[in-house]
T-cell receptor, first 115, second 117 residues
Framework: AQKITQTQPGMFVQEKEAVTLDCTYD???????LFWYKQPSSGEMIFLIY??????QNATEGRYSLNFQKARKSANLVISASQLGDSAMYFC????????????FGSGTRLQVQP | DARVTQTPRHKVTEMGQEVTMRCQPILGHNTVFWYRQTMMQGLELLAY????????DSGMPKDRFSAEMPDATLATLKIQPSEPRDSAVYFC???????????????FGDGTRLSIL
């Protein structure tokens, strides 16, 4: 079974600063993908970034980057230059590349960006 | 941009009533998922379809929940009879899965916020 752990229920960051949201995972599979989603207060789930288990380079998408450390089974999300609009819940999720293709989600981290 | 469309956005009804939630996946996507989000359980999978065939509904209470894909443009999730503990946000997501690597993200609809009184 797969498990995602997000140990930070809430985080605060000053506007324009960088912030790291932690995510660790547990799986015995070798081939999998890691995803981060953002859920603003309006409720929708917005895909942010993907990292494959065989990708050698850390994924980046604009101000988002994923600090992937496979040996430590961690996939932390880094948001650079935080903006007020980044205030939201952030979910880390994992999906196996074989068999069940559904996402397993962590419990989420609520990020609040302060002016 | 293509979007997953869910209806209704909000539903309030009394316990015992039938509830039907609908989802139009993104054209060309071959997988559809139903997730439920609650404060206590977080996001959990209810059902999963690939090429319209149900592959996994182990997360769904079988006695009252049913999920179908009558065609490629419509997925439905029904609850009959509904109970207060079914109150949650129900998300539909679709994605494209081909081959071994799963680098295509799932795209979520805006969800149905269900309240059972």
């Amino acid at each position: 079974a797969q498990k995602i752990t997000q140990t930070q229920p809430g985080m605060f960051v000053q506007e324009k600063e960088a912030v790291t949201l932690d995510c660790t995972y547990d799986t015995s599979d070798q081939s999998y993908g890691l995803f981060w989603y953002k859920q603003p207060s309006s409720g929708e789930m917005i895909f942010l970034i993907y990292q494959g288990s065989y990708d050698e380079q850390n994924a980046t998408e604009g101000r988002y980057s994923l600090n992937f450390q496979k040996a430590r089974k961690s996939a932390n999300l880094v948001i650079s230059a935080s903006q007020l609009g980044d205030s939201a819940m952030y979910f880390c999720a994992m999906r196996m590349d074989t068999g069940r293709r559904a996402l397993t989600f962590g419990s989420g981290t609520r990020l609040q960006v302060q002016p | 941009d293509a979007r997953v469309t869910q209806t209704p956005r909000h539903k309030v009804t009394e316990m015992g009533q039938e509830v039907t939630m609908r989802c139009q996946p993104i054209l060309g996507h071959n997988t559809v998922f139903w997730y439920r989000q609650t404060m206590m359980q977080g996001l959990e999978l209810l059902a999963y379809f690939r090429n319209r065939a149900p592959l996994d509904d182990s997360g769904m209470p079988k006695d009252r929940f049913s999920a179908e894909m009558p065609d490629a443009t419509l997925a439905t999730l029904k609850i009959q009879p509904s109970e207060p503990r079914d109150s949650a946000v129900y998300f539909c997501a679709s994605g494209l899965v081909h081959g071994r690597r799963g680098n295509q993200p799932q795209h979520f609809g805006d969800g149905t916020r269900l309240s059972i009184l």
